[in-house]
């Protein structure tokens, strides 16, 4: 079961890097739970509604804001991915980039949490992996 639940989040991610916000919320449970606390704003929430708004707020803090996945593995029922999200600050010009991990727990082909932590070392520890 694990590899499709790798093809859910492959296709949600080609959606959002396609430009289809619409169709990669499509991917989530309507009730899924979003944990990016470890982030600097600690947002929360629970929903399709406030995923959307959560990501909204982040990417549109940034004038050319980009993702890249640089890796995607199954474990179970979670998917851990490490990305590299970069761009520059609106108003503050300042040019970042982060590296940092997300895991996704899957239930009937659906996204039903998405947890992001900040050093993707302390999200395998989570799931309780090691690199």
Do not use: C
């Amino acid at each position: 079961m694990s590899q499709e639940d790798v093809k859910v989040v492959r296709r949600m991610y080609e959606a959002f890097h396609g430009g289809d916000a619409d169709g990669a919320l499509t991917y989530f449970d309507p009730d899924v739970v979003v944990d990016a606390s470890r982030r600097v704003d600690g947002a929360t929430g629970r929903g399709r509604h406030e995923l959307a708004a959560i990501i909204t707020e982040w990417v549109g803090a940034f004038e050319e804001w980009r993702e890249e996945i640089e890796e995607i593995r199954d474990h179970g029922n979670q998917v851990y991915v490490v990305a590299t999200q970069a761009g520059r600050g609106k108003g503050s010009g300042i040019e970042i980039e982060t590296r940092y991990a997300l895991v996704y727990e899957i239930r009937s082909d659906k996204i039903t949490q998405m947890t992001i932590y900040l050093d993707p070392t302390e999200a395998l520890e989570a799931m309780g992996l090691r690199e």
